[in-house]
């Protein structure tokens, strides 16, 4: 009995030592990261906080895509205030892979007149001790919102199974491949490209307009905006438990007679029936192009 009793209570500390050890995987993980780089350019300014955070391959658009360490190590101090808050995110049930979206203000100045609206992007992926570093950072540009924007930041599902990629290049290749898919169906028609690629709740950011969400009112906005896209990849990545990813590449739109060059950032989600779809796309302004 004794012996029973202490087989229990061994098996008991070691279940409870197994899930000490396993960090519980949240979003206010990564909304908690923002929170304190908000409070680190507040502190240290724009310039010496996105260097602290940044992952060494992690990328900016400034308009073109350079790294966020050549950048910022390259530049002065950066003057002014930049603020924002996280009102759109998700993180992979790995934990490894995870994004935030929401407005920011920029101020170089004193008076209201020196404020620039905007909206970002972020995406941040863990390092080898499992703190979040910057990978991705995108901002569009618009006019003062007129509502505040809704918050969706929703848990990763973790009652399923997480089966962790054996192959994380396969991995890469099948965004890849799903991001070149939809580049080939926007040469042929942009709404049916969308219609079929677009998640319901999806979001779209498009500089010069507030973020719209949901599919019937992006499909609205590209068909009453009459546009047209045709874009190429440049780079993806996926979670490690293979329902999150992203894509960036360039995107040429045509609106008219008026054709415009960007950058565009995707995020994509993994749906029940295991199809990709975009959660977010955003898109950053080529200049002198």
């Not at 910057?134 to 848990?155: I, M, N, R, S, Y």
Request: charged share 25%; proline share 4%; net charge negative.
């Amino acid at each position: 009995m004794k012996n029973l009793i202490l087989t229990a209570i061994l098996l008991t500390g070691y279940t409870t030592s197994v899930f000490a050890q396993t960090p519980a995987v949240s979003i206010s993980k990564v909304v908690s990261t923002e929170e304190s780089f908000n409070k680190l350019v507040a502190r240290k300014g724009i310039k010496d906080a996105f260097l602290e955070v940044a992952d060494p391959e992690g990328i900016v658009f400034k308009p073109n895509v350079v790294k966020i360490s050549d950048f910022y190590t390259n530049i002065q101090k950066q003057e002014g205030t930049l603020k924002w808050e996280p009102k759109f995110g998700r993180i992979s049930a790995a934990g490894d892979l995870a994004f935030t979206a929401g407005p920011y203000v920029y101020q170089n100045g004193k008076s209201d007149d020196d404020k620039v609206f905007g909206d970002y992007v972020s995406i941040w992926r863990a390092d080898a001790d499992n703190k979040l570093k910057l990978l991705v950072d995108l901002g569009v540009q618009h006019p003062e919102a007129e509502q505040e924007a809704t918050t969706d930041l929703k848990e990763p599902n973790l009652t399923k199974k997480v089966e962790v990629s054996k192959d994380p290049f396969n991995g890469k290749n099948v965004i890849v491949v799903t991001d070149k898919d939809l580049n080939h169906s926007l040469t042929l028609s942009t709404l049916a490209a969308y219609k079929e690629f677009l998640s319901p709740e999806g979001r779209y950011y498009f500089p010069g307009f507030e973020p719209m969400t949901g599919q019937d009112k992006i499909l609205k906005f590209i068909d009453n905006e009459a546009i047209t896209i045709s874009a190429e990849t440049i780079n993806a990545g996926r979670s490690l438990s293979n329902d999150l990813a992203y894509s960036y590449g360039r995107a040429r739109i045509k609106k008219g007679n008026i054709v415009s060059n960007y950058y565009y950032v995707r995020i994509w989600e993994i749906d029940s029936a295991h199809k990709w779809n975009i959660l977010l796309e955003a898109f950053s302004a080529i200049e002198n192009e």
